[in-house]
Every structure is written in C-alpha cells, then in structure tokens.
C-alpha cells in the first residue's frame, strides 16, 4: 500500500504526543492547577496534540490524501552527515582538514558535480570559511587540531 | 519625549559607522539572497545568529533587520527580469513584472518597484515609531493572564494567516510548544525530556533547531525538486518610468504601503501575505482588470510597496510586547535574548538607544537598498549564474561552523541534522515549519504566564475570562478559529493564494 501524506501526518503527531506524554506522565509530577508541577503543561500538550493528530489521521483516512512520493536518498544522506562530520573531526583536525571534509560531503548530496568541481568547491569553500570565521571574525577556532601529526 | 526626538535619538544610534557599515551589510546580504532562489531570509538570519553574538546587540538586530527588509528588494529584481521570484513574497510581483520586461519595460517595473518599496519603508518606518509607545504603554499594563492571551491568539492568527491545512499548522504549533519546554524546569529544576542528555539541560540549541528546519530541510528540499534557473534576461533600456506609468503608480502605492503595514502588525502577517492581499485589492479596484497579468503597472507597484511595509510592521508586535509574529521575527528575537535582552514592553525603556536604533536604521537601509538596486541591477543578475552545487554546501558549511563556535559544542552540530531531517520529513507531509518554530520560541513563555496566572488566581482559570483585555484577546481567538473553520471563507483565503 503507497503511504499517505495524511496518514503519516496524523501518526507522526500521535507519536509524538504518546513519547511526550508519557515521559511526563511516567517521570514529571503534575502538580496542582494552582501550583502546577514541571509536568502539568506538558501532558495538557501532549493530549491536545494527540487528539489534532488523531482527527488528521482519521480525516486523511476518510478524505484520501497524496501519496509522499520519492525521496532523494543521496542528497538526504549526504547533507545530513555534512554536520555530523564537522562536529566530530573539527576538535581533532582542526578547522582546515575538518572543513576539506566536509565540503566533500556536502558536494556528494549532488547527483550530477563532476569531480573537478568537487575539488575546486571543497579547496575554495575551506579557504574562503577559514579566511572568514578565522581571520575576519577571529573565531576561537584551531587550524589544525591535535590528531594531525603536525 | 515626543516621536521625533525619539527618531532623532534613533538615528544618531542608525548613523554610527559601525553601525552604518552593518546595516549596509545586512541590506546587502538580503539583497544577494532575495536574488538567490533556493535561500530565503529565514535560512540566512538562522545561518548569521551566530557570528552576531561578538557585535554590540544594536549594530546585530539592525544588521538582521536589513537582511529581512533587504530580501523584499532583491526578490523583485529577478521577478521582474526572468520571472523568477527569488522569494515567495515576489511571487505575484513576477506576474505583471515579467510581462512589463516582455513589453519592454523591464527598467521601468524595477524603478517603480524600488521607488515603491521605498516609499513603503519610508511610510512604515513612522508606522512603527508612531506605534512603538502606545502599543508599549498597553503592554506594561499586562500581567500574565493578558500575556498568555495575547500569545495564545498571537497563535492562532498565526495559522489563520497562513496557507495549507488547519489540522496540520496546529499541530506543529504544539509539537513547537513542547519541544520549546524541552530543559530544566525553571520553577523545580527538574530536567523535563533531556532523556539523561546532559547537552539539552539548559533546553534544545535555538540556533540550530532553526538552521535545520530552514536551512537544511530547504536543501534537501530543492536538491529534490531541482533549482531551476534558466530563462533570458530581458533587456533593460532604460530606468526611467513614463509620466503616465508614475501617475498610475502613486495610489497603488499608498495603498500598499496601507495594506501591508496593517497585515504585518499580524501575527502570522509579514511581507508574503501583504503582497497577495495587495495584487487582489489593485486587480479588485482596477478599471481595466483586463491588464492585470499582462503587464499592468498597479500590479508591480501595489504588492511591492506592500510586501516591504509588511515586513517592516511585522517588527511592532515583536519590539513592543516580545511576541514574534512569524519565522524571521522569531530568530530576531532569539538574537535578542542571546544578547542578554529581554524582548517586551521594557526594551523600550530600558533599552531607548536600541530601540529607536532599529527603527531608524531600517529608514537609512531603505535608502541604501535604493541605491544598492537600480544602478547596480546587472550586477545583480550575473549573481545568478553561481551555481546551486557551489551555493548548498557553502550554507551548510557556514550553519556548522556558526552553530559550532557559540560554545564550541558538537552536540549542537548534530541538532542541526536531527531537525533538518524532522523538518525535511514533516514538509514532505505538508507541515510547514514556521509555525513549529514559532510555538519552540513561545512555548517557555507561555508556560510560565500560565503557571503565574493561575497561581494569582488561586487555580481558577476563570481568570482568563474575569480579565477585561484577556477576555477581550480570548473571544478574538475564538472568533478566528470559528473564521478559519467556515468552510465558505477557507474556499476564499485559498482563492487568493492560486492567482491564474
């Protein structure tokens, strides 16, 4: 069965509402009206948003909705472990090799960069964040980290 | 003091050098991204939070500003020559602009366009100071019943205004709220929903929810759809408009400037809703609605005075009482609060220079975007030649290295990635973010004036409806949501966002 947009909508939503609301139910107390407890807010959210994504789901079932249609699965990849990368290697390679990596990555999200494009992008984009973040705006950031051999 | 020695003030704080130099940064900036498809304003301000944090708190709201006000000039220049519009708000601008640059004209709709933009800024600049004080006045009366009113009608206009569906832009409101409350309790200090992650202790990195949700999603999003570029750009003869097309212009202007003033004080209002409301009011009035859609000059001057008084409107509502009334508003008053700033009625008097330093700074970028856009409007158009596949990694870079250097943080970093992909996913299903991040900024304030309201009311939430001004904002909010709920009206609203 093709998915549909409402379907995942109003279950996305009832997901979230259940792992929310029960975290709160389970850990939080909930207090008094008139002293309301760190879990008070919380679980009236989590009802209200349990209940909108019900009736989007029961809707979307009634009503029929669009199917979610392809994902680019390269460019999704490749663009959310941009951040991944930097975060984990700028402290051990400092800025330089970290941001040649990085770039990298970022260019593979296209399906069509040739690899002199690739190369020239990466080379200049690492240049030109060093230039920038480093020297313009004097970012406490190391070039070159304590994982290289330097 | 009165209104002009507030501005006297203002634009001795506007004039600064380094201010002036940011201000000329930030209109320049938004105009380079008002150009750029594929970046919008709310990317760009998320991707620059970082790198104000070192600048004096003034000199960074007036250079975030500028980027704002400065997308509304730049997304008209490529709507106009290549039918592109660089931003949403543009859209309708593309229809009769584009034509106009068929006919020949294209020098004269980029004249009229700036010329209007800058008679709306100029307008809406006295709109806001004119507002500022009043509006604060009232605010300061407000205690926290008023305040969880205002902020829960604040929401609800919120989707009122905005387009797709109802169900789905209130449940990312409150999928917002919650994730806003994610953090140490601050009434018990209780962690709430850290799931033991020391990181979120003090509450999900701001920055890098919006970079993700905006930035990345936005990416992906485009990388999917691919950015399209191509098309000829139309000769530009002369910038001069004829004497008849400038006398067409002037009502369509005021009336604009009018319109999208109002529609941005708001919530949920801004630059894009004034534009569309403005292109059906002028084809609505137009003696010769015929001409609408082939080159008509009400067309281009309407919603271009109205998206950029829209866009400056839309900072009452946010420098007065702390409530941000959409995306960029919101991630403005993130700045503000990183900065050490309470946004609200007290900035006003406590914080005069920054103030009424906003304000008149958004005057003197309009006049640089002036200068900035018509003789340097081919300048402009080569900048679309940067290809995509060089643009997308130099945002992403620029996000980490900027989420990255607050408080040299790799969990942050990797935030990004969790709401890019949660961003990415929920648009896929037709969820738009904006309202997710306005209930994530809200969310922490509307907690805390309930508890407050409900502890000075003894557990009675009939203090809602006892308090004239909260009851007053309560049946404004249902009177809303039984407007949007009118199966009649929601035919009509979504008739005026498909225009033929």
């Known amino acids: ?150 | 003091m009165d209104l002009f020695s507030n501005l006297a003030l203002g634009l001795s704080v506007a004039t600064d050098p380094s201010n002036l130099i940011y201000c000329f940064i930030g209109a320049l900036l938004g105009t380079l991204i008002g150009i750029l498809p594929g970046v919008g304003p709310t990317a760009t301000i998320a991707m620059l939070l970082p790198i104000t944090f070192s600048l004096a708190p003034e000199t960074s709201i007036i250079m975030l500003a500028g980027i704002y006000y400065g997308a509304q000039y730049g997304g008209s220049t490529t709507a106009i020559l290549l039918n592109l519009p660089g931003e949403s708000s543009s859209a309708v601008t593309a229809i009769d602009g584009y034509q106009m640059a068929r006919n020949g004209r294209a020098g004269s709709a980029l004249a009229i366009a700036a010329i209007g933009s800058f008679v709306a800024g100029t307008l809406a600049t006295f709109v806001v100071a004119a507002f500022a004080q009043p509006l604060t006045r009232l605010a300061l009366q407000f205690g926290p019943a008023e305040y969880f009113s205002l902020i829960l009608f604040g929401l609800i206009s919120s989707i009122a205004l905005a387009h797709g569906s109802f169900l789905k832009a209130l449940a990312m409101i409150v999928l917002g709220l919650l994730m806003g409350i994610v953090g140490t309790d601050l009434y018990t200090g209780t962690p709430r929903f850290t799931f033991g992650i020391l990181e979120i202790s003090d509450g999900i990195d701001f920055v890098a929810v919006a970079v993700g949700l905006f930035g990345v999603a936005e990416i992906v999003r485009n990388l999917e759809a691919g950015v399209s570029r191509e098309g000829t750009v139309s000769a530009i003869t002369s910038l001069m408009p004829t004497r008849e097309e400038l006398a067409r212009s002037v009502k369509p202007i005021l009336r604009g400037t009018g319109l999208g003033a109002v529609l941005g004080i708001l919530p949920g209002g801004g630059a894009l809703l004034a534009s569309f409301a403005s292109y059906a009011l002028e084809k609505k009035l137009s003696a010769h609605p015929e001409q609408f859609g082939r080159g008509a000059v009400e067309g281009v001057a309407g919603p271009e005075s109205a998206n950029n008084a829209g866009a400056q409107s839309s900072f009452i509502p946010m420098l007065t009482l702390g409530i941000p009334s959409n995306a960029v508003m919101a991630l403005i008053i993130g700045a503000m609060v990183i900065q050490g700033i309470v946004p609200g009625p007290t900035v006003i008097t406590q914080q005069p220079k920054l103030f009424w330093g906003i304000i008149a700074s958004m005057w003197i970028g309009n006049a640089m975007l002036l200068v900035l856009n018509l003789p340097l409007v081919g300048l402009w158009v080569k900048m679309l030649r940067i290809p995509y596949s060089v643009l997308f990694p130099a945002i992403i870079v620029f996000s980490a290295i900027g989420v990255y250097s607050v408080e040299s943080n790799s969990f942050a970093v990797y935030t990004i990635s969790v709401f890019g992909l949660l961003g990415y996913a929920l648009a896929k299903l037709d969820c738009e973010p904006a309202p997710l991040l306005l209930g994530f900024v809200l969310g922490p304030m509307l907690e805390e004036q309930l508890r407050r309201a409900m502890i000075v009311g003894r557990g009675d939430p009939a203090i809602f409806v006892q308090r004239p001004i909260s009851a007053g904002l309560l049946i404004a909010a249902a009177a809303l949501l039984f407007i949007i709920l009118l199966p009649l009206v929601r035919q009509k609203r979504d008739a005026v966002f498909v225009e033929d």
Do not use: E
């Not at chain 1, 139910?25 to 009236?44: D, E, K, Q």
């Not at chain 1, 029929?64 to 984990?88: K, N, W």
């Not at chain 1, 051990?92 to 990596?101: E, K, P, T, W």
């Open chain 1, 1 to 150: 069965m093709p998915l549909k947009k409402d379907t995942l909508a109003g279950l996305a939503f009832i997901g979230f509402a259940l792992l929310f609301g029960l975290t709160a139910a389970t850990t939080l107390p909930a207090g008094t009206a008139t002293r309301m407890g760190p879990g008070y807010f919380p679980i009236l959210l989590s009802g209200l948003l349990g209940l909108i994504g019900l009736a989007i789901l029961v809707t979307g079932i009634l009503a029929g909705s669009q199917t979610v249609g392809s994902v680019p699965r390269r460019g999704l990849a490749a663009i959310l472990a941009t951040p991944i990368v930097f975060g984990a290697t700028v402290a051990g390679l400092g800025m330089v090799a970290s941001l040649l990596l990085t770039t990298m990555v970022a260019c593979l999200a296209s399906p069509t960069i040739r690899p002199r494009t690739l190369l020239g992008v990466t080379i200049g984009l690492t240049l030109f964040s060093v230039a920038v973040f480093h020297y313009a705006l004097g970012l406490n950031l190391s070039l070159f980290g304590p994982w290289l051999p330097v």
